[in-house]
């Protein structure tokens, strides 16, 4: 659905997006996870058409999105962070519009019904809820029954229950077979969506692949934390040069995690110690994505103030 080799794209003498490879397959949910200034945006404004590159073949759809294609833009759907709909059309009224952008639209029923606004149906724009609203903004990029939906920062703003529900519609659409490339700054949406996820800093691709594997990666290492009262024996120094302690708490990070545990366990056991709160937590996502972007400095990731634009939804 997407293939990416050597793209770049710079403004004046800033680079943006330095020669990244992506490769996104059909029927695939992916997420391009990275910090304000990584070059997130520009990357996904290039795949979506709304934006030039500098350098780099790009194919999406197995069209060039620089071209600007009528059956290009018919065949994707966009959900940007914010969408400019008439606030006296109907929520109905509003899913018609966009459907007569497209030549096979969805029946409205359908978009309503996956979007969960059966309810709003007959609602004016500015009469919904911020939540409703973000589903409105769904319902418009679906309404063209596009092969390719993007996903710009859907659920920022929301409550969690309601990230839940959007999380739900997300993965309703997948099992529809849509292809879906997702922006988010919430791991744990990117976690619980994605098939693969890329991490991209100051333009670069550092690191690729399942969010259960990128975790386990050597980068983020599993970390181990107890308490030691304060009548307990000290740790034998084989186990005190791998801990960091304070006071009587007791924290391990550990790229091998077994055998240190083993030898922790029989030394309490062996002194009657008891671990407190003894916890053993493997890499997250966001502990991998922490540690890649943490020190990264943040790179410009838009035009200079005179080429600035605004997102524009485009027909």
Do not use: C
Not at 248 to 254: E, K, P, S, Y
Not at 275 to 304: C, K, M, N, R
Request: glycine share 10%; net charge negative.
């Amino acid at each position: 659905m997407i293939e990416i080799r050597g793209l770049r794209k710079t403004y004046g003498e800033v680079e943006a997006v330095r020669g990244i490879d992506l490769t996104v397959a059909r029927g695939e949910v992916f997420a391009l996870l990275g910090p304000n200034g990584a070059g997130k945006t520009t990357t996904v404004e290039i795949l979506e058409g709304h934006r030039e590159r500098s350098a780099g073949d790009v194919s999406v759809l197995g069209f060039d999105p620089g071209r600007g294609e009528r059956a290009f833009k018919a065949r994707i759907g966009i959900v940007l962070q914010e969408t400019s709909v008439d606030r006296y059309l109907t929520v109905a009224e509003a899913i018609d519009l966009f459907r007569s952008y497209y030549p096979s639209p969805l029946p409205r029923a359908q978009v309503i019904d996956l979007v969960g606004l059966a309810d709003q149906a007959n609602t004016r724009v500015g009469k919904l809820s911020g939540g409703q609203m973000r589903r409105l903004d769904m319902a418009l990029g679906l309404a063209g029954d596009p092969e390719l939906l993007f996903l710009d920062e859907p659920t920022t703003g929301f409550d969690p229950a309601a990230r839940r529900n959007a999380w739900e519609v997300i993965r309703n659409l997948a099992g529809l077979g849509k292809t879906i490339f997702l922006t988010t700054h919430y791991m744990d949406e990117a976690q619980y969506l994605a098939d693969r996820v890329a991490i991209i800093v100051g333009g670069v691709i550092v690191a690729e692949g399942p969010p259960g594997n990128l975790a386990g990666r050597d980068v983020a290492r599993t970390r181990v934390r107890f308490e030691l009262s304060p009548d307990s024996p000290g740790l034998p120094p084989s186990l005190r040069e791998r801990a960091e302690i304070e006071g009587g708490r007791v924290t391990m990070q550990l790229d091998d995690p077994l055998p240190v545990l083993h030898e922790l366990t029989g030394w309490a056991l062996s002194q009657g110690v008891e671990l407190i709160g003894l916890h053993v937590a493997q890499p997250s996502l966001e502990d991998v994505y922490l540690e890649l972007t943490g020190s990264a400095a943040a790179e410009d990731d838009a035009p200079p103030a005179p080429e600035r634009r605004r997102r524009r939804r485009r027909r």
